[in-house]
Structure formats: structure tokens, C-alpha cells
């Protein structure tokens, strides 16, 4: 048997998938155990397609398996990132994911492969039409198509809060404003997310869904607002990007320990976006069907409990973000890596406090954020990120603080403390910051130019990086910004690491950060 024809695979292999989850090098083949025996084609597709495109599958029924194939080992590797803590669901039950030995599925010649196909036609006939997420995420949107969706709650028999709307959307990305209101006898709702993608897959996954069985169903719009308005912080609306507003006229903010079920110090707790900024698709089940976990890390369930509302469909619960700021990340390259090199790094998902390089193992680092929401956030977007040659892995540490090596210590100059950075992203509240925070990227946004640098210029600095520059544009409305892509992922994050910061002259320093644009 060859690396291409895995249909030989059994199923004796179960005690060393227990022991180890992925015992074999990434692989854009990815294997899937314990799939129900009436699982379809499309359900197997379902669970790789938040992730990137997915090019091949093949089902092996009897022996309860699938090998799905990506279009990159980049998106394989950030969907076993992803699944590895959150054990998917299919038709209920629990399937399990790790990388194939193979490099490829060659099908062609195996039978019963026509219905496995058409499932892929179907699905790439979607991406490629107007309204496919793809398209979107590449500025495709339909005229209209925002960031703001507009839902009216049908049939309310049970009452619907801002806080059970939250956690239905923020499943599906960063829910910055919510608005509920009542007009023409309707419960009405607005709902602004931080991208269109985000939007798009919500109203997608969630319109004519009910949220209790038989009532509450959701009618999800995109409205022509791009932008909401938000007075207040009450049980009416919510600007989770502002904890400082008031709870109403006259009235003072809201209190802490409710503004923290939604946010700590303004960062929105994240639903993970995916490699290609895609929101996991979120499954609300009746009878069987398609359940991906929520995101470890997101807000703690809100669901009417199930005593005020018999027979309400199931919304996954959400375990709560674990209290540790400290990262242990590792497979570092040591002859290239530096504690400000992290710094700059991870401090595109936080304000990092202290940052150690382990002395006697150099591929390993201690990286303390600011807090748990901050910690957890520079995981889902870091972890199987390519840095330097090498694929970073980032995990919570079992440490709750970086200690301060003593004076004359060895490796004393391997451990910093950046607790008073002037170069800390989030210090400021109700900043941009929060709003524009996006996986590494290839394109770059570039911002604090001087007027007298030129296109050129700013060229000829990124490719001194050893970065190959495809394209460069300014913002037509403001000359002081613009943006770069790069050859490469890995290249975006080493430009970044080198250049954020940089002196461009005339007391401006270069602002660098991941964009969801490209040129």
C-alpha cells in the first residue's frame, strides 16, 4: 500500500489512538474515528470546512472512520489544534480526530465514491457562488452584507434576553453590540459582530432556528446599519467594548461582576475564527445533526435553565476561561527566537507582562500575559503557527507567574519583565485594538507613516527582512496607513516581530499589525 490509498486503514489501531492523539507528523489527510454509522458524507465535510477548503473524503462505514483531506496541512494542523481540547460531535456522539500517515487521498478508483463527490460538488459549488463564505472573507459581500445582523424573535412564548442572544451569536465570532427592542408587537434584536464573515456565517447557521422547541424562532437579516449606537449598558443593550458606559441617564457604569460575565478589561471573549477567519459552523441540535463544540475560553453558559423552559433545544455549554495568564510555549527555534520577539508577537492578542526563555532549553518560553481572556486568545491564534522554520505550539502552564531571575543569575538577560511597555497594545479602554484583532496573516497593516515616506521606501524596509513584497497600497482616506502583503504567513509574522515599532523618522515609529485583507 502506497501514501495515497488509506482504505486499507482498520481498526486495530484504537489503544495507540487512546494513548497518543496524534501519533503521526501533520498531514493534510486527517482521520476521523467513531463516526456513526449514519453519518453522511456532508457531516464529515461539515466539521473541516470552518477551517479552509476541503478537497477529499472518503468513509469507511464499517469500520466507523473517515479520512478527510484539506486543501493545506496549515488548515489540518489548526483544525487538530482546535478539536484536540473540544471533542467534536457527530449525531451526538463524540468523533475523534489525528493527523493520517497518508500525504493524500486518491479515490478514483474506489467504488461507491459517487455520493462522497457530489457532496464536495455541492459544497465547492457554494464556496465558489456569490454567497459563499469564501468569497466573503475575500470581500465578495453582496451589497448589504455587514457586520450587523438584524433578528426577530417569532413565536415567543418564553422570554429572550440580551444575555441568552449573546450566547447564541457569540458562538460565532466577537459580538461587539447587541440592541433589543420591541417594535410592532415583535422582539426585535440588532447584533454587531467584529467582521462581515462572522455575521455571514451566523445568519446562516442560526436563521429559522428556535431556540426552544417549537417557539422563539430566529428570523436573521443583515441590516443596513454598519455601525450601532450603544447609550447605555443595561438589560436592553450592550457595547462589550465599552464596560465604562451607564447602566442608563444618570446612572453610574455597570457593576463589575456582571460587566465580567462578558469581558475582562474591554477584550471580547473570542469564538475561534479559524485559520482563514472562518467562525465554526455551531450546530443547534433537534433530533440528530451536525454539534461542534464551543470554544474553551468563551463566556459561561446563559441558557435559560431547563425548569423555566421545558423542551428547549440544547445550547452547548461553555466551560469558563481557566484563571492562569502564563503560557508555556515551545518548539521555538533558539537560534533565532528572543524575549522580545514574543513580546511583539503574542502582544498582538494582549498586553504581555513578562517573558522567560528557558536557559538549559532554549526551545521552550514562559510568556505571562495580562490575563486568562488575553492568555487564551494567543492560543487559539498562535498555536501550529510556523515561526522561524518551526511550528509553535502554545498551551497554558501549569505556573501561575514568571519569576524575576535574582541579580547575576544565569541567564539572567533570557527572562524580561515588559509589566510597563509603552508598547502594550490594549492599555487604553474602548480602543481600536480590540476591534482588529485577527490571526497571522500574509497582508500587514501598517499605520504611523510619516508624509515623507514613499511606497518605495517602505518596500525596500520590508524586503530587508527577507520578505517577499507582492503588493503595497496606501489608504486613499488616510495616507498615514496602509497595506503590505507578504510571500507568506510565517513571512507576515517575522516582518511584524522586526519592524513593529521601527523608526521611521521624524518621531513616528511604525505600527504593525495581522490584517483580514488582502490587496
Known amino acids: 500500500m502506497n501514501n495515497s490509498a488509506p482504505a486499507t486503514d482498520n481498526g486495530n489501531d484504537k489503544k495507540k489512538f487512546k494513548g497518543d492523539k496524534s501519533p ?15 453519518v453522511t458524507e456532508a457531516e464529515i465535510i461539515s466539521l473541516g470546512l470552518p477551517f479552509g477548503k476541503v ?12 479520512f478527510l483531506e484539506m486543501a493545506s496541512e ?43 463527490q457530489a457532496a464536495l460538488q455541492a459544497v465547492n459549488t457554494l464556496q465558489s457562488g456569490s454567497l459563499a463564505v469564501t468569497s466573503a472573507f475575500e470581500g465578495g459581500l453582496l451589497p448589504g452584507q455587514g457586520s450587523v445582523l438584524r433578528i426577530v424573535v417569532e413565536n415567543l412564548f418564553y422570554p429572550v434576553t440580551l444575555e441568552v442572544l449573546y450566547q447564541i451569536f457569540s458562538k460565532f465570532g466577537c459580538v ?18 467584529v467582521d462581515p464573515v462572522n455575521a455571514y456565517s451566523a445568519k446562516t447557521a442560526l436563521d429559522g432556528q ?9 428570523r436573521v437579516d443583515f441590516s443596513k446599519l454598519t455601525n450601532l449606537e450603544v447609550k ?90 481557566p484563571g492562569n495568564s502564563v503560557l508555556l510555549v515551545s518548539n521555538l527555534n533558539p537560534e533565532a527566537i528572543t524575549p522580545h520577539g514574543l513580546f511583539i508577537l503574542f502582544g498582538v492578542y494582549g498586553d504581555v507582562h513578562r517573558v522567560k526563555i528557558m536557559y538549559k532549553k532554549k526551545e521552550n518560553a514562559l510568556v505571562q500575559m495580562a490575563d486568562a481572556t488575553q492568555a487564551q486568545l494567543a492560543i ?11 511550528v509553535l505550539r502554545a498551551t497554558l502552564s501549569k505556573h501561575q507567574t514568571v519569576q524575576l531571575p535574582r541579580e547575576g543569575q544565569e541567564g539572567q538577560g533570557l527572562t524580561k519583565d515588559y509589566s510597563n511597555s509603552p508598547l502594550h497594545r490594549f492599555k487604553k479602554p474602548g480602543s481600536k ?87
Open 24 to 38: 503521526c507528523s501533520p498531514s493534510r489527510v486527517l482521520h476521523l474515528r467513531k463516526i456513526p454509522s449514519d
Open 55 to 66: 478537497t477529499n473524503v472518503l468513509m469507511l462505514k464499517g469500520k466507523s472512520q473517515a
Open 74 to 116: 496549515e488548515a489540518a494542523v489548526t483544525m487538530v489544534n482546535y478539536y484536540t481540547p473540544a471533542t467534536p460531535h457527530l449525531r451526538s456522539q463524540p468523533v475523534y480526530i489525528q493527523y493520517s500517515k497518508h500525504r493524500e487521498l486518491k479515490t478514483d478508483n474506489l467504488p461507491n465514491q459517487a455520493r462522497a
Open 176 to 193: 461587539l453590540k447587541i440592541i433589543t427592542f420591541t417594535r410592532n408587537n415583535q422582539f426585535q434584536a440588532l447584533v454587531q459582530f
Open 210 to 218: 428556535s431556540i426552544y422547541t417549537s417557539c422563539c424562532t430566529l
Open 232 to 321: 447605555y449598558n443595561n438589560d436592553k443593550s450592550r457595547d462589550f467594548t465599552r464596560l465604562d458606559l451607564p447602566f442608563g441617564a444618570g446612572q453610574p457604569p455597570m457593576e463589575p461582576s456582571i460587566a465580567s460575565t462578558f469581558g475582562t478589561q474591554n477584550i471580547i471573549f473570542p469564538s475561534y475564527a479559524g485559520a482563514a477567519g472562518f467562525a465554526p459552523v455551531m450546530g443547534f441540535p433537534q433530533g440528530s445533526g451536525l454539534l461542534v463544540p464551543a470554544v474553551p475560553g468563551a463566556p459561561g453558559s446563559l441558557a435559560v435553565p431547563a425548569s423555566a423552559a421545558p423542551g428547549q433545544i440544547i445550547i452547548p455549554s461553555v466551560s469558563g476561561v
Open 380 to 390: 487559539s491564534n498562535l498555536n501550529g503557527q510556523r515561526l522561524y522554520g518551526r
Open 433 to 519: 485594538n480590540f476591534q482588529n484583532i485577527f490571526p497571522p496573516s500574509a497582508t500587514l497593516h501598517l499605520s504611523n507613516i510619516p508624509p515623507s515616506v514613499s511606497v518605495d521606501d517602505m518596500k525596500k524596509l520590508f524586503a530587508s527582512t527577507g520578505s517577499t513584497v507582492k503588493a503595497f497600497k496606501f489608504f486613499q482616506t488616510d495616507s498615514k496607513m496602509a497595506l503590505i502583503q507578504l510571500g507568506s504567513v510565517e513571512e507576515g509574522v517575522h516582518a511584524l516581530i522586526m519592524l513593529h515599532n521601527h523608526d521611521l523618522g521624524e518621531n513616528h515609529h511604525l505600527r504593525v499589525s495581522f490584517s483580514k485583507s488582502t490587496i
